[in-house]
Nanobody, 120 residues
């Protein structure tokens, strides 16, 4: 089994910054892709950013130029640096990884979700 623990959310004013972190733990053999999703009230869950094991990245158009995804493979941790935050960024943010525990096939794992609120 692989466990994901998210941290770094909270309340911030428009134009402010936050950095989310998602740490994977357990008997990890291999971590492949790592992603951030978000879901605002009344809306569908959307993909925000992805990063491959080779650190190739992709971003949603709505956040491109403002958010940066990165990973530390030694710590099995993925980050989302969020700058120039807007009220429309308010959502629950979810970490997702595709990983294999020792002796197991690769599968999807989800974090618990963490609230980001952008408001004056």
């Amino acid at each position: 089994q692989v466990q994901l623990v998210e941290s770094g959310g909270g309340l911030v004013q428009p134009g402010g910054s936050l950095r989310l972190a998602c740490a994977a733990s357990g008997n990890i053999f291999r971590v492949h892709g790592m992603d951030w999703y978000r879901q605002a009230p009344g809306k569908q869950r959307e993909l925000v950013a992805t990063i491959s094991s080779g650190q190739g990245t992709n971003y949603a158009d709505s956040i491109k130029g403002r958010f940066t995804i990165s990973r530390d493979n030694a710590k099995n941790t993925v980050y989302l640096q969020m700058n120039s935050l807007k009220p429309e960024d308010t959502a629950v943010y979810y970490c997702h990884v595709f990983a294999a525990a020792s002796g197991e096939n690769s599968r999807s794992y989800w974090g618990q979700g963490i609230q980001v609120t952008v408001s004056s």
